[in-house]
């Protein structure tokens, strides 16, 4: 195949290790790909899920897979020059064919999204209607809800055991780092207690004054304009919320 036809790659030192990347950059749109989407749940949901579980007592967990883009299989034909450093002698006019994703190509986040969605489809999850990213497993009384965030998992549920075997089985397909309880998601910081889950965003803040060297700034307990008039309406258009609502009870009740 003539050299122009496949997409370049290069190292990338980070952390004291080496990965091997595509350059995306080079990759033609409707040649070399078609869809790029990787679909992360909304903050209203992540909120939603977190209420739910307050009210009904549940902890939730977090899990992180590492390098989640190279387990995602490619449907396209692409192919890659080899490496440097990995060429091999009397080879080297020859070039390689991916069947996994790497990072830096452009389908490599749709790629993923795939291989995880079908992970839980076979398992007997359920995927919502209005949040692509948001998973509900019911075995009679018991409930398991997964919500994703690109290669970030929060899970929670009524029974230990099948949130357990949950973790159990993610962990042998794919590489996982068990992060335990959810303390820090988005941005958010989650506090679980007997009384309740609480949640503030107190380091996102504290690093936002920080960036714009406000940390000194004085405090004011509500930071809003004084002596604002306002008015029921305004003239803008009003927005239909029922369309972007999403009931995670509905899922499991």
């Known amino acids: 195949m003539d050299l122009q036809d496949e997409a370049e790659c290069r190292w990338i030192n980070t952390k004291h290790k080496a990965r091997l990347v595509a350059k995306g950059y080079s990759q033609l749109p409707g040649i070399d790909y078609t869809e790029t989407f990787a679909p992360v749940a909304r903050l209203d949901t992540i909120r939603a899920l977190i209420a739910i579980a307050a009210n009904k007592k549940w902890k939730i967990y977090q899990m992180d897979v590492k390098s989640a883009f ?28 991916l ?40 075995q009679g009384n018991d409930t398991l809800i997964v919500s994703l965030y690109v290669d970030d998992l929060i899970y929670t549920g009524n029974n230990e055991k099948m949130i357990q075997d949950f973790k159990e089985d993610m962990m042998k397909t794919f590489e996982m780092s068990d992060l335990g309880l959810m303390h820090f998601f988005l941005g958010i910081e989650i506090n679980q207690e007997k009384r309740g889950i609480f949640i503030c965003q107190r380091k996102y803040t504290e690093t936002l004054l920080k960036k714009f060297k406000m940390e000194s700034c004085k405090t004011v307990t509500t930071p809003l304009v004084t002596g604002e008039k306002y008015q029921k309406e305004d003239g803008s258009q009003k927005v239909d919320g029922s369309c972007t609502e999403v009931s995670l009870e509905a899922y499991y009740i």
Not at 70 to 93: C, H, M, R, T, W
Not at 124 to 134: C, I, K
């Open 70 to 97: 190279l387990n995602g299989y490619i449907d396209e034909e692409i192919y890659v020059e080899q490496p440097q450093g990995f060429i091999a002698k009397g080879s080297e006019e020859k070039v390689l064919r």
């Open 99 to 138: 069947k996994k994703a790497l990072y830096g190509l452009k389908q490599a986040p749709r790629a993923w999204y795939s291989r995880i969605d079908k992970y839980f489809m076979d398992r007997g999850f359920r995927r919502s209607l209005s949040e692509p990213t948001l998973y509900i497993k019911s």
